[in-house]
């Protein structure tokens, strides 16, 4: 079975249980469904010298512990009509961050939020068909959110994946 198929962990739901150290075999399961999240347990359970019952029964914990949120591909945006990228800095009003994040996450093409801190308090990582539709994102729907005080947008020229190491 591979792991896609296997239950998804709950976006949001009960509190997780304080998290469990991690042995080398985990750390090896993680680093092989991070560069082929499509992996078979049979695959998994060969690379890491473990039974698949095993393997199996590990990558269940590391969902269940939250450990891995999810499953998913990675994209080739430009190949996909998205050939515009942007990283948008927002400086927003103190304590609004649950508000503003959800109404980013409303956004088309919004691929990222973070809280950070530092010059600006929300980093928003976007991808739009063009420089147009990017502009319509920044100046017409971010700019309209009441709690946002100020944009900064960063144009991504290139990117790369980090595959992870092992």
Do not use: C
Not at 80 to 89: C, E, L, R
Request: aromatic share 4%; hydrophobic share 40%; no cysteine.
């Amino acid at each position: 079975m591979a792991p896609e198929q296997m239950a998804e962990p709950p976006e949001q739901g009960p509190a997780l249980p304080p998290p469990r150290p991690l042995d080398a075999i985990d750390e090896d399961i993680l680093r092989m469904l991070q560069a082929d999240g499509r992996a078979s347990i049979r695959s998994v359970a060969e690379r890491v010298h473990v039974s698949r019952a095993n393997a199996y029964a590990r990558i269940n914990r590391l969902i269940e512990d939250g450990v891995i949120r999810g499953f998913g591909a990675r994209v080739n945006h430009e190949r996909a009509g998205k050939g515009t990228s942007a990283y948008i800095t927002l400086k927003i009003v103190q304590n609004s961050w649950r508000t503003v994040r959800e109404q980013l996450r409303q956004l088309p093409g919004a691929a990222h939020i973070a809280l950070v801190g530092g010059d600006f308090d929300v980093l928003l990582l976007v991808h739009t068909a063009d420089n147009r539709a990017l502009r319509e994102v920044v100046l017409t729907k971010i700019q309209a959110i009441p709690e946002v005080l100020s944009t900064r947008t960063l144009l991504v020229f290139e990117e790369e994946h980090v595959e992870p190491e092992g």
